[in-house]
């Protein structure tokens, strides 16, 4: 009786520490030079030089569990303005939604 409630005691704590760790505790280093790049909207991108284009993704979901959106959005724009910063550019553009994980955008170099 005493085995089956460890097991489960174990079990429990690995659900847990699972959930905490695909909930948000994922940490996307940003360059040096990427607290310079700024999100900006179409509008804003008319004034500037487009450098190029990138693509970056994260993991949505670890086995079944999904990770929250929001986090999910702040790693993407990190990854987003660290390739701004590999292309020369200062601002980043989103090219749609987030599917599955990834986004594209639009790098541009703005006065």
Do not use: H, W
Request: include cysteine; proline fraction near 4%.
């Amino acid at each position: 009786m005493i085995k089956v409630k460890q097991i489960a005691v174990r079990r429990t704590a690995a659900l847990v520490f699972s959930i905490a760790v695909v909930s948000g505790c994922s940490v996307i280093e940003p360059l040096p030079g990427s607290e310079a790049v700024n999100l900006i909207t179409e509008d804003q991108a008319r004034n500037c030089k487009l450098m190029g284009e990138a693509s970056a993704q994260v993991l949505d979901k670890i086995g079944f569990i999904e990770r929250q959106d929001d986090p999910v959005e702040k790693n993407l724009e990190t990854l987003g303005k660290n390739e701004a910063v590999k292309l020369g550019g200062n601002a980043i553009l989103p090219l749609g939604d987030i599917e599955e994980g990834t986004r594209r955008f639009a790098v541009y170099l703005c006065k």
